[in-house]
């Protein structure tokens, strides 16, 4: 459980509103928590991995989301689901809590937003955005001063060049982004990453990158969990 507490007006402290924070494990809900839990108790975080199988059995992705929450010491509620059923997967997770607010790693896509702010709306919570907004290469520097480690694991192969997949996401890459015109915090899709490290973990989450897949335009990389 993460968070703090707030002054009342009475001059004793009152409680943080709660938070469940949609999660994803890359730099953007990373860095949403880290900045939410300053002013919200997050109780709670919620993943949904889409596949073509849900009834697969677990794999690496799984096995790192849930060694990220276990690092961090906050309980995960993770279901499978396929593109059909994701809306109603996501909502069906965020209405098994008794959360007020909803932390979000939104930065700039309006039409995302309006949708989780619709969905918010029907569960009765408060979305939070504590990213929205904000200058998008500040925010993948602050992520990295503030101590985060993450991996590109995932780019568009017609914009970002294939020599990124399986990096740290560090200057270089930034640098790389904004010299060819791309978004630097990967918004539209340009890149995605697995944070593994930083300063709200108990310890890493140690990452081996074993090959590359191509789909749908994008190449992905094998990333499975390693050892300590």
């Known amino acids: 459980m993460l ?6 007006g009475s001059g004793e402290e009152a409680p943080a509103p709660t938070a469940v924070c949609s999660w994803t494990g890359g730099k953007d809900s990373v860095h949403a928590l880290s900045r939410a839990m300053e002013r919200y108790d997050v109780v709670r975080l919620v993943h949904v991995a889409v596949r073509e199988d849900p009834n697969a059995g677990r794999d690496a992705v799984d096995e790192l989301v849930r060694a990220q ?26 209405d098994a809590g008794e959360e007020t607010h909803c932390v979000l790693g939104n930065v700039e896509e309006a039409e995302l937003r309006a949708w989780n702010d619709d969905v918010c709306a029907d569960l009765g919570l408060t979305p939070v955005y504590p990213l929205w907004d904000d200058d998008p290469v500040e925010l993948v520097r602050s992520f990295l001063d503030a101590g985060f480690e993450a991996r590109v694991v995932k780019v568009d192969a017609e914009r970002v060049d294939a020599r990124w997949l399986g990096e740290p996401l560090d200057e270089s890459f930034l640098s790389y982004l904004r010299a060819n015109d791309l978004h630097p915090a990967g918004e539209f899709g340009e890149y995605h990453t697995v944070t593994v490290d930083g300063p709200l973990f108990d310890r890493p989450v140690p990452v081996e990158v074993t090959g590359r897949t191509r789909r749908d335009g994008s190449l992905i990389a094998d990333v499975v969990p390693a050892d300590a």
Request: proline residues 3%; negative net charge.
């Open 69 to 94: 929450a276990d690092a961090l010491g906050v309980p995960l509620d993770a279901r499978r689901a396929t593109w059909d059923t994701y809306a109603d997967t996501y909502r069906d997770l965020l």
């Open 3 to 8: 968070g703090g507490r707030s002054e009342g």
